[in-house]
């Protein structure tokens, strides 16, 4: 697309507030909860029973620093395709069309307020729930607890009834890295990626290598279109339409009584001469063979 900003100021603001929030950038919301996350799973890299136990040979606190580096890499790569995203969409040259941005204009209000409700959200939901290192800035953890009587027996099994505390230089440490770590995802993607340098589909240069198998998504649906989809329609048409459908239902059981009766109603009409004479010896010689029965009997 490209230049849809100048057509759709509203959801920019509003795509840069979920783009914001879901890299994890202070003080949007999904800062607070992400860093919860990440620093649940650090916490529970000692003194837990996930720490302790083992998985196929491996102890389970390297386990839990690896779904931490994980969490981690997951944060860096959202802020690269979400900053994309904004770019390619909403900055840049418009790629649409001439005729085409006559169209382009802000969603009606009926999608466009819950949008700008979620906005709101996403800049001041997360203060209700603010980590205990950052207890000066407001209340603290105010939906801690809300999920305990759910979860809250089997979460302090797993701590070995201890709620997991991390130490405030610790604490400090990670939720450095993690902004940090969204941030340079922002930033490079900023850096690597040139919008005015795109062009419109139609005018690209075709793919190849690996950029062609992710254009055609893998031929997944090919894939499964010569797997599973061809040989289910070449067995339908092959054996349920030629021989079950059109063979057996129509050919025998339609056709077929409709053949049946025509044989009989045949054979009946073939009896049905019009000739009184030929009725009359019919009748002589079955009233013959009756007699002729109860006498032999």
Do not use: C
Not at 71 to 100: D, K
Not at 129 to 143: A, D, K
Not at 156 to 177: F, M, W
Not at 230 to 243: N, Y
């Amino acid at each position: 697309m490209g230049g849809l900003r100048r057509f759709m100021p509203v959801t920019w603001v509003l795509m840069w507030i979920a783009t914001l929030a879901i890299s994890g950038i202070p003080p949007f919301a999904g800062f607070f909860s992400k860093d919860e996350i990440l620093g649940a799973v650090f916490a529970r890299t000692s003194d837990s029973t996930l720490a302790s136990a083992h998985w196929l040979g491996i102890p389970g606190d390297w386990l839990l620093y690896a779904v931490y580096v994980i969490g981690l890499a997951g944060a860096f790569l959202t802020a690269i395709y979400m900053t994309r995203l904004m770019l390619y969409t909403f900055h840049g040259p418009s790629r649409t069309g001439t005729r085409e941005e006559q169209h382009l204009h802000e969603t009606s209000a009926v999608m466009l307020w819950p949008l700008i409700v979620l906005g709101v959200l996403s800049v001041v939901g997360g203060w209700l729930n603010i980590p205990e290192f950052l207890h000066s800035l407001g209340p603290v953890g105010l939906l801690d607890r809300w999920l305990d009587p759910v979860v809250g027996a089997a979460s302090l099994r797993v701590t070995n009834g201890v709620v997991p505390e991390i130490a405030p230089s610790t604490e400090y440490a990670l939720v450095g890295l993690a902004v940090l770590i969204a941030i340079g995802g922002i930033v490079l993607a900023v850096v690597l990626l040139k919008p005015a340098k795109l062009v419109p589909k139609a005018k690209a240069p075709p793919e190849h290598g690996l950029g062609l198998v992710l254009a055609n998504k893998y031929y997944v649906d090919e894939a499964v279109d010569l797997g599973v989809v061809t040989p289910i329609v070449d067995g339908s048409r092959g054996l349920l339409l030629r021989v079950i459908d059109n063979g057996i239902i129509d050919g025998l059981f339609v056709n077929g009584s409709a053949w049946l009766t025509k044989g009989f109603a045949w054979m009946g009409s073939q009896l049905q001469s019009g000739q009184v004479g030929t009725y009359a010896w019919a009748i002589v010689i079955g009233v013959l063979a009756v007699l002729g029965a109860f006498t032999l009997r």
